[in-house]
Nanobody, 115 residues
Framework: QVQLVESGGGLVQPGGSLTLSCAAS????????MGWYRQAPGKQRELVAT???????YYANSVKGRFTISRDNPKNTVSLQMNSLKPEDTAVYSC?????????WGQGTQVTVSS
């Protein structure tokens, strides 16, 4: 059974930082493309960042230079370091694993950026 469990969300002031983590089980993590996505209230889910098995990364323009995605294959985890957070970063953040046309999703963790 595939499980993706996110952690690390919470309330942070504008300009602050948070690190999200996603622990994966039940998949061959080392050969899976991993991604972080977010969905704000009333908006569609959007891609935030992705990382390939070889650690090539992609970032949405809105987070480029502020967020960093990384993976630890031996530990089956993918992380998202978020710096210089803005109120518009407020959303539920979910991680996903993609391999051979199949995607698996975590349940998400809430990130709220507010003073």
């Amino acid at each position: 059974q595939v499980q993706l469990v996110e952690s690390g969300g919470g309330l942070v002031q504008p300009g602050g930082s948070l690190t999200l983590s996603c622990a994966a089980s039940g998949i061959i993590f080392s050969v899976s493309n991993m991604g972080w996505y977010r969905q704000a209230p009333g908006k569609q889910r959007e891609l935030v960042a992705t990382i390939t098995p070889g650690s090539s990364t992609y970032y949405a323009n809105s987070v480029k230079g502020r967020f960093t995605i990384s993976r630890d294959n031996p530990k089956n985890t993918v992380s998202l370091q978020m710096n210089s957070l803005k109120p518009e970063d407020t959303a539920v953040y979910s991680c996903a694993a993609h391999r051979s046309g199949v995607s698996y999703w975590g349940q998400g963790t809430q990130v709220t950026v507010s003073s």
